[in-house]
């Protein structure tokens, strides 16, 4: 293992014995281990795997080299997971452990990896928040970062018939579908949403098409819940009931399961496709932020 590099702290925002290092220097299992002792208790708790974060790390975009961990007397305590692209960093994850939460380690790790961003030439940061997450909400304000949108998801739960129609998934590469979005898709999604995110899911994700006329992209399915986190028809087939025939043939693929969008859909996204298409918007919303480093 590397020697971890040490960044200076401001002793006065920090515990005792807290010292910011570089990511770059732990496994992946030292991390994931990490990610889920620091969302112990959280209103999303987490259970993170090496595997999931491998994942995470390649479908975010995560810079591990702009990423840090927060050692406390020598040992993992919390950890800030920055993502790079272009000219925009996101900030992917942040958690520490509950028995140093409370001592502004949250704030400490934001103002370095602010500070960090604007001096390597970074134009913008981003991030999502729980909307009923106050606390942390007041933080990203305090911190010059702005509401930009309302990020909901959907469910559609087992029981409700499919159409008549007897369309047949074809699986296709998920490098096909982020082609696809490169053209079709909305301007400006969420970050896990856009096609730089969809190129990296590998199996078991799963992307799926009806003939060219609808896509799909299934990230997992476990306990009769199927995350379904693309769905997109190309613009001059819209308006003709390829969206709700691609929604039925996942039904018919799962029958017994739930299809779940994650809370990643922009609020104004065709609210009015996923309620003709069975789905009902979850309570769970999130915030989309923005802070401009210019």
């Known amino acids: 293992m590397p020697h971890p590099v040490h960044h200076k702290l401001d002793s006065t925002q920090m515990p005792d014995g807290c010292v910011l290092t570089d990511a770059t220097a732990y496994s992946l299992d030292t991390l994931a281990d990490l990610f889920t002792r620091?969302?112990?208790?959280?209103?999303?708790?987490?259970?993170?795997?090496?595997?999931?974060?491998?994942?995470?790390?390649?479908?975010?975009?995560?810079?591990?080299?702009?990423?840090?961990v927060v050692l406390f007397h020598g040992e993992p305590a919390g950890f800030i997971l920055i993502d790079s692209r272009g000219k925009t960093r996101r900030v992917g994850a942040m958690g520490v452990a509950s028995e140093l939460r409370g001592k502004g380690i949250g704030h400490h790790m934001m103002d370095h990896v602010i500070a960090?961003?604007?001096?390597?030439?970074?134009?913008?940061?981003?991030?999502?928040?729980?909307?009923?997450?106050?606390?942390?909400?007041?933080?990203?304000?305090?911190?010059?970062?702005?509401?930009?949108?309302?990020?909901?998801?959907?469910?559609?739960?087992?029981?409700?018939?499919?159409?008549?129609?007897?369309?047949?998934?074809?699986?296709?590469?998920?490098?096909d579908l982020a082609k696809v979005m490169e053209h079709e898709a909305p301007a400006k999604l969420p970050w896990q949403l856009s096609a730089m995110s969809v190129v990296g899911y590998t199996p078991p994700s799963?992307?799926?098409?009806?003939?060219?006329?609808?896509?799909?992209?299934?990230a997992d399915v476990k306990n009769h819940t199927v995350v379904l986190l693309v769905l997109i028809v190309p613009h001059a087939l819209r308006r003709q009931g390829?969206?709700?025939?691609?929604?039925?043939?996942l039904v018919r693929r799962y029958p017994v399961c739930t299809l779940r969008l994650p809370p990643r859909v922009p609020e104004n996204l065709a609210p009015d496709f996923f309620r003709h298409a069975g789905f009902e918007q979850m309570k769970l919303k999130q915030k989309e932020m923005v802070l401009d480093l210019e």
Request: aromatic share 8%; net charge positive; with cysteine.
């Open 116 to 175: 960090d961003a604007r001096e390597s030439g970074f134009l913008r940061m981003r991030l999502e928040v729980i909307e009923t997450n106050d606390r942390a909400r007041t933080l990203y304000q305090h911190l010059g970062f702005y509401d930009q949108r309302t990020l909901v998801g959907y469910e559609r739960r087992p029981g409700r018939p499919p159409l008549a129609t007897k369309d047949t998934l074809q699986e296709v590469d998920p490098r």
């Open 38 to 68: 620091s969302f112990e208790g959280y209103m999303v708790p987490v259970r993170m795997t090496s595997g999931m974060l491998s994942r995470m790390c390649r479908v975010e975009s995560v810079d591990l080299a702009a990423s840090r």
């Open 206 to 218: 799963a992307a799926f098409t009806l003939s060219d006329k609808a896509y799909a992209l299934v």
């Open 242 to 249: 390829w969206g709700r025939r691609m929604v039925d043939a």
